[in-house]
């Protein structure tokens, strides 16, 4: 059985190059196996729409960890298994923006599922955002908010392999480092 490693990042403003939050939900024999929150101190601005949509702001971070240190922790979670994100273009981009902006060498790919394409694939004809697919399935939900957003999604992708999908035929490679 696979290992999902199902991430959700929330962004202090428009850039999207630094995050002030994530959650990981892990996914493996199909069940959820464990689940991470931590806010991230971003070390940079906070938009109004941002504090508005996630309910993050200066003040919240304060004495959480930075990227860098956080990434210590995170990074063993992050390599053991395939990255999953519904919208996976997104937070793919903004953990690439980070580990670049931190100087962190991972590795220069990483296999990614974005349960958005999948769902689009899936169950054509249908809106796909997250809060219309919890919907969909009667998933709890607070949106915009890392832990619950990357629990929704662990549930969406169990959904897609209870039923009987191939969800590994949606697996990508995302390109990491700048070549």
């Not at 630094?18 to 991230?40: N, P, Q, Y």
């Not at 990074?75 to 902006?101: Q, R, Y």
């Not at 169990?158 to 697996?171: C, M, P, Q, T, W």
Request: proline share 3%; aromatic share 10%.
């Amino acid at each position: 059985m696979t290992r999902y490693i199902v991430f959700d990042v929330e962004t202090p403003n428009f850039a999207n190059n630094h995050m002030s939050a994530i959650g990981i939900t892990v996914v493996e024999d199909g069940r959820i196996a464990d689940s991470f929150f931590s806010l991230v101190d971003p070390e940079t601005h906070f938009d109004h729409f941002n504090i508005r949509l996630t309910g993050i702001d200066p003040k919240k971070v304060q004495g959480a960890p930075n990227f860098a240190q956080l990434w210590q922790k995170i990074e063993p979670i992050m390599n053991s298994g395939i990255l999953v994100a519904h919208n996976a273009v997104f937070d793919m981009s903004v953990l690439k923006k980070c580990l670049s902006a931190y100087g962190i060498e991972w590795k220069s790919t990483a296999k990614y599922l974005c349960t958005v394409q999948a769902g689009r694939k899936l169950l054509p004809g249908r809106g796909h955002k997250l809060n219309e697919m919890c919907d969909y399935y009667g998933i709890s939900l607070d949106h915009h908010q890392a832990d619950s957003d990357s629990r929704a999604c662990a549930e969406i992708l169990l959904r897609y392999i209870e039923s009987g999908a191939d969800v590994n035929k949606f697996i990508r490679t995302y390109k990491l480092a700048a070549t």
